[in-house]
């Protein structure tokens, strides 16, 4: 096995190599940016160096950094994660160049599939069915155009160098083509540095299914079967799985093997993975999937199919790496249940998924499924990288149990204030279609409707919210509140504030348990993935106002139980003014902000209505 490793990447993939690293008994050395000192994959790392600055392009895409850092910890090898350099052939050759040992495929390798176009002639030669479309040398527009006349619309137009869904262009009619060609050699030239494309077909109700293969440096490739990323948001991964849904065993054999031979043909070492695009209009069939490009790299989705196999595949690179033979042979893998893969993203799915950064001030993820994750509560996610927070990964004897557990642990997850797409997860895994495996490429963006969540709260939420903002004086109130309804008498109703808007809501004793947490700075109430900032309303203050003056009024018709303050009296945010018992249930009214009580309109023991003017707090500022 290696002495050590030096893991070029960050945070949950730099994290993920570690653990099993650590495990096998190889000292790690992580390198980081300026943005990453603090992040857990810094500290749990044997040795630490720094690279340079944020940028990716100044730290973790510079090769002489990075090979600097390898010289000064006297590394034995190199991983490279995914992203980042892990596809570069000429940083893959220098690092054995300097003696070190690449854990990846040899250079050749990752140059033969690096250009889609180069790959896809390779393929065809090797006997893999590739995706129908026009690869030649001639790019000038008129000739594109006139192939992609050829094909029939709609095509794809694709950078041969592009990668994370980046590059990439259907076009409808020939009369967008050249405008779409133009948008695409852009868009191409500014992230991979060369614009040349090449068409294909737009397969109908596309299914994206790629197989896991592996080499060693002994001739010797398996594959551990498939999984399916079908679910997709513009071209990038959202829920991955294995194995494929309707995969039959003839279609898996003749997918695997095609595999093997794309693997072989190009002296495959390593983890690899090879892509594949199927028709899926009329369900999975050998004859309608096609070689769409290989990944020379361990993928984001590798926990999948570690979940079905029961096997560790960075341990499997490092073995491998080590000049030791493929830990098992092919009739040895066999497929274990279903394995789900989430994404979790600090992003609004609300805003179109805008990036949402900053601290993140509360995380509590969910327990019982394997959760890899970068950072941590307390960490920052910066704007300067993929601003993935974690993969959720959940597996179970089958497709339906998994999708349930998947979706159970999204909406599980609690993290504040940094938005994320946890209910949007949630119920994509939870979705009718999706369970019953009625899924393609474009079943997010048909679906978005239903699977975004309203930035509104339901009623489900406001009900959450009074259940958690009226807590229970001593016995169970929801016992009495039950015998309460039975009475027949009318349901209570209160005011909630969520964010800066006030709802009338029904006390509810069916209303569904949500979790709350106290910033200090207010009440947080996590529901379904989602989390919302909740309160007792203040007539005059909406939160996040400066307003000067705060009026409190009963947010439900009751009696008063306690005065506790008198005018005249300076009090500090949170400070308890009142409470107002209703239904054998007592509700605080704190001061919202730190101010001098103004006056005091509520007597105890009497009954006030709804709506009821109770007390008035001032701004200092204001006063003074
Ligand atoms: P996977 O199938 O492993 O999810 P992706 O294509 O989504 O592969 O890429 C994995 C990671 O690598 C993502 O963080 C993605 O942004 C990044 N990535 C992949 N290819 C490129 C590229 N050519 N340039 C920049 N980043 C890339
Ligand atoms: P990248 O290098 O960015 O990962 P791919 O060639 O793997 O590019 O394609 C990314 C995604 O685009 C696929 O997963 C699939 O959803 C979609 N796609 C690619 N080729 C086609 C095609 N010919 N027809 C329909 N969808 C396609
Ligand atoms: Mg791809």
């Known amino acids: 096995m290696l002495e050590s490793v030096l893991i070029a990447n960050r945070g949950e993939i730099a994290r993920r190599i570690m653990r099993t690293a650590r495990r096998l008994g190889v000292r790690t050395i992580a390198v980081f940016s300026e943005a990453d000192r603090h992040l857990p994959f810094v500290r749990e790392a044997d040795e630490a160096v720094l690279i340079g600055p944020a940028d990716a392009r100044e730290s973790y895409l510079v090769p002489e950094k990075i090979l600097r850092a390898a010289r000064e910890t006297s590394a034995a090898a190199i991983h490279p994660g995914y992203g980042f350099l892990s596809e570069n052939a000429e940083f893959a050759q220098a690092v054995q160049d300097a003696g070190l040992i690449w854990i990846g495929p040899p250079p050749s390798a990752i140059r033969a599939m690096g250009l889609k176009d180069a790959a896809k002639s390779l393929m065809l030669q090797a006997g893999v069915p590739i995706t129908p479309g026009y690869m030649g040398e001639d790019n000038t527009p008129d000739r594109l155009r006139a192939e992609a006349d050829a094909i029939g619309y709609p095509v794809l137009i694709k950078a041969v160098a592009g990668g994370g869904g980046k590059g990439m262009r259907r076009?409808?009619?020939?009369?967008?083509?050249?405008?779409?060609?133009?948008?695409?050699?852009?868009?191409?030239?500014?992230?991979?540095?060369?614009?040349?494309?090449?068409?294909?077909?737009?397969?109908?109700?596309?299914?994206?299914?790629?197989?896991?293969?592996?080499?060693?440096?002994?001739?010797?490739?398996?594959?551990?079967?498939?999984?399916?990323?079908?679910?997709?948001?513009?071209?990038?991964?959202?829920i991955e799985e294995a194995p494929a849904p309707g995969m039959d065993p003839h279609t898996r054999r003749t997918l695997c093997d095609a595999a093997?031979?794309?693997?072989?043909?190009?002296?495959?070492?390593?983890?690899?993975?090879?892509e594949f695009i199927a028709d899926a209009s009329e369900g999975l069939d050998a004859s309608r999937i096609w070689f769409m490009e290989m990944n020379t790299r361990l993928q984001v989705e590798h926990p999948v199919t570690e979940a079905i196999t029961g096997q560790d595949l960075v341990e499997w690179q490092f073995r491998i790496a080590s000049g030791e033979t493929l830990p098992l042979r092919q009739e040895d893998l066999t497929i274990d249940g279903w394995a789900m893969e989430a994404r979790l993203y600090a992003e609004n799915?609300?805003?179109?998924?805008?990036?949402?950064?900053?601290?993140?001030?509360?995380?509590?993820?969910?327990?019982?499924?394997?959760?890899?994750?970068?950072?941590?509560?307390?960490?920052?996610?910066?704007?300067?990288?993929?601003?993935?927070?974690?993969?959720?990964?959940?597996?179970?004897?089958?497709?339906?149990?998994?999708?349930?557990?998947?979706?159970?642990?999204?909406?599980?997850?609690e993290i504040?204030?940094?938005?994320?797409?946890?209910?949007?997860?949630?119920?994509?895994?939870?979705?009718?279609?999706?369970?019953?495996?009625?899924?393609?490429?474009?079943?997010?963006?048909?679906?978005?409707?239903?699977?975004?969540?309203?930035?509104?709260?339901?009623?489900?939420?406001?009900?959450?919210?009074?259940?958690?903002?009226?807590?229970?004086?001593?016995?169970?109130?929801?016992?009495?509140?039950?015998?309460?309804?039975?009475?027949?008498?009318?349901?209570?109703?209160?005011?909630?504030?969520?964010?800066?808007?006030?709802?009338?809501?029904?006390?509810?004793?069916?209303?569904?348990?949500?979790?709350?947490?106290?910033?200090?700075?207010?009440?947080?109430?996590?529901?379904?993935?989602?989390?919302?900032?909740?309160?007792?309303?203040?007539?005059?203050?909406?939160?996040?106002?400066?307003?000067?003056?705060?009026?409190?009024?009963?947010?439900?018709?009751?009696?008063?139980?306690?005065?506790?303050?008198?005018?005249?009296?300076?009090?500090?945010?949170?400070?308890?003014l009142l409470v107002i018992g209703a239904m054998k249930m007592e509700l605080r009214l704190d001061a919202p902000f730190d101010g001098i009580v103004t006056e005091v309109s509520a007597a105890p023991n009497t009954q006030v209505a709804e709506g009821t003017i109770l007390a008035r707090v001032e701004m200092k500022a204001q006063i003074t």
């Open 260 to 274: 093997v031979r794309a693997a072989r043909a190009v002296g495959y070492v390593g983890a690899g993975t090879v």
């Open 349 to 413: 799915p609300s805003t179109g998924f805008l990036p949402s950064t900053g601290r993140l001030m509360h995380v509590s993820l969910p327990g019982g499924i394997r959760i890899d994750a970068g950072v941590e509560q307390g960490d920052e996610v910066t704007p300067f990288y993929d601003p993935m927070i974690a993969k959720l990964i959940a597996h179970a004897p089958t497709r339906d149990a998994a999708a349930i557990r998947l979706a159970h642990a999204c909406a599980g997850v």
């Open 171 to 238: 076009v409808e009619q020939s009369a967008d083509f050249l405008d779409a060609l133009g948008a695409c050699q852009r868009e191409a030239r500014a992230a991979f540095g060369q614009d040349r494309v090449l068409l294909e077909k737009y397969i109908n109700a596309p299914r994206h299914i790629e197989v896991q293969v592996f080499g060693d440096s002994f001739g010797s490739v398996v594959h551990l079967f498939e999984r399916d990323c079908s679910l997709q948001r513009r071209h990038q991964k959202v």
């Open 416 to 576: 504040w204030p940094v938005q994320t797409n946890a209910a949007f997860l949630a119920r994509t895994a939870a979705d009718a279609d999706f369970i019953a495996a009625r899924i393609d490429t474009g079943f997010i963006a048909r679906k978005a409707g239903t699977l975004v969540p309203s930035p509104e709260p339901s009623v489900r939420v406001l009900e959450a919210a009074a259940r958690a903002l009226l807590p229970p004086p001593s016995s169970d109130p929801w016992v009495s509140l039950a015998g309460f309804r039975l009475g027949a008498e009318p349901c209570a109703t209160m005011f909630v504030r969520v964010g800066n808007a006030h709802y009338r809501t029904d006390v509810s004793p069916d209303a569904s348990h949500a979790t709350t947490i106290d910033t200090g700075d207010g009440n947080i109430l996590f529901l379904d993935g989602q989390a919302w900032e909740i309160g007792i309303p203040v007539a005059g203050n909406a939160a996040g106002e400066s307003a000067a003056s705060g009026t409190i009024v009963a947010p439900m018709p009751g009696q008063i139980l306690g005065v506790h303050v008198a005018p005249g009296e300076a009090v500090t945010k949170g400070q308890l």
